[in-house]
């Protein structure tokens, strides 16, 4: 049995959840936001961190002070 794991903020369930209380949150302040609206949010929200994450790894990358690969051959004796 392999677990796939991901950052909570990858979740379209989080975003849901967190999206639905703030949803519930404006309509005590006399905001409505339709289920729809909830839809496009967290799919927008979803796209977003996925792009955020993409920029992140890439600029990490390109500031890593560290080649990618493995060690030299001498090093593993």
Known sequence: MRLDFKCW?????????LIAIA??????????????DQQTLIELLSAL???AGGLIAL???????HQIGAPPKELLK
């Open 23 to 36: 949803a519930g949150i404006a309509g005590m302040y006399g905001y409505h936001i339709t289920p729809q």
């Open 59 to 65: 600029v990490g990358r390109i500031l890593a002070t």
């Open 49 to 51: 961190t996925s792009a």
């Open 9 to 17: 903020y990858q979740s379209r369930a989080i975003w849901g959840a």
